[in-house]
C-alpha cells in the first residue's frame, strides 16, 4: 500500500471523531456526568493522532494525484493548509483533552472551565473539519467543486431523449 492508501484509510477519523467528541462532550456538560465527557476526550485525543498520521501521509497522497489531469496544485494546495490549521487545533484539543481526562479524575475545580474550553475549540474544529473535507473530496470528485458543471456525453443526452 501507498502513502495515498493509507491518506484515504485515516484521513475521516479526524473529522468525525470531531464531530462525534464534541456531540458527546456536549451531552456530558448539558448531563454533568464525568464519565460520559471522558469519552470525548478520548475520541479528542485518538482524533488528533489520526490527524498526526493523516498529515504524515498526506505528502505522499499529494505525489500520487497532482499531476493527474483535472487535479491542479491550486485545489491540493488549498485542501494542505486547511488540512494544517485543522491538524494544528486538533493536537491543541488533544492536549485541552488530556488535561480534562486529568481534572476530572482529580475531580479539580476548573474541570467545568476545561470541559467548555474543549467545546470551544472543538465546534471551531468541526467547522475547520467541514472544510478540510470538502476540500479533500473536490481533489478527485470534481462534480462537488465550485463553479463546475456537469458535463454530459453524447449517450447520456440520448437517454435524457429516450426517457422524456
Do not use: C, W
Not at 484539543?93 to 476530572?104: E, F, H, P, R, W
Amino acid at each position: 500500500m501507498t502513502d495515498a492508501h493509507y491518506h484515504l484509510i485515516v484521513n475521516h477519523f479526524p473529522i468525525i471523531g470531531t464531530i462525534l467528541g464534541m456531540g458527546i462532550l456536549l451531552a456530558g456538560i448539558v448531563l454533568k456526568n464525568n464519565t460520559v465527557k471522558n469519552v470525548s476526550y478520548v475520541l479528542f485525543i485518538v482524533a488528533a493522532i489520526f490527524a498526526a498520521f493523516s498529515m504524515g501521509t498526506g505528502e505522499g497522497a499529494e505525489e500520487a494525484v497532482e499531476d493527474m489531469p483535472n487535479i491542479g496544485k491550486h485545489i491540493i494546495h488549498e485542501h494542505e493548509e486547511l488540512a494544517e490549521k485543522l491538524a494544528l487545533l486538533l493536537y491543541v484539543l488533544g492536549v485541552v483533552s488530556l488535561v480534562g481526562l486529568y481534572t476530572n479524575s482529580k475531580n479539580h475545580s476548573k474541570a467545568k472551565q476545561i470541559s467548555f474550553l474543549a467545546l470551544a475549540i472543538a465546534i471551531i474544529g468541526v467547522f475547520v473539519a467541514q472544510k478540510v473535507g470538502t476540500s479533500g473530496g473536490e481533489i478527485r470528485h470534481t462534480e462537488i467543486r465550485t463553479g463546475t458543471m456537469a458535463v454530459q456525453t453524447p449517450n447520456s443526452e440520448q437517454e435524457e431523449e429516450e426517457a422524456e
